[in-house]
């Protein structure tokens, strides 16, 4: 008997300490802006959507479009409105941070240079070798 009140006074013990370390937790958001903490303490808010594994924060310059950050990063329009909760495209501004693929792609040839190597005289062609003679046997 007495191991059974033993027992249960230590349950006891466990349940009451494991009740006030769960009201002091800190509360700390996932990557995808979700809370989990104790009941009665206030919940972060929302700030708008995370970047995730192989995305990266892109800030919106002065006079630079969403087609142009798209293109930039080779992905649609529709994507980069999508992935960033975008409600009405022409209500963006600069400094608004978008979320993009991690890697843009290579800044394509200026117009100029491109021109210039299709104007440019193409190359003698190599010289053929000479065709084999039979040999005889």
Known sequence: ???????????????????????????????????YGAEGVQ?????????????????????????????KYNVDLGWLIKRNDIQKPSDVTAGKNLIVPNTPVAPAMPDADRQALQDAPAAA?????????????
Do not use: W
Request: with cysteine; aromatic share 6%.
């Open 125 to 137: 062609p190599a010289p053929k070798a000479a065709p084999k003679k039979p040999t005889r046997r």
């Open 43 to 71: 919940q972060p808010t929302y700030s708008g959507p995370v970047a995730g594994p192989g995305e990266a924060y892109h800030t919106l310059a002065a006079g630079e479009t969403l087609s142009q950050v798209a293109k």
């Open 1 to 35: 008997m007495r191991y059974i009140l033993a027992c249960i006074s230590v349950a006891s013990l466990f349940v009451v300490t494991a009740c006030d370390r769960r009201q002091n937790m800190t509360i700390v958001p996932d990557r995808q802006g979700h809370a």
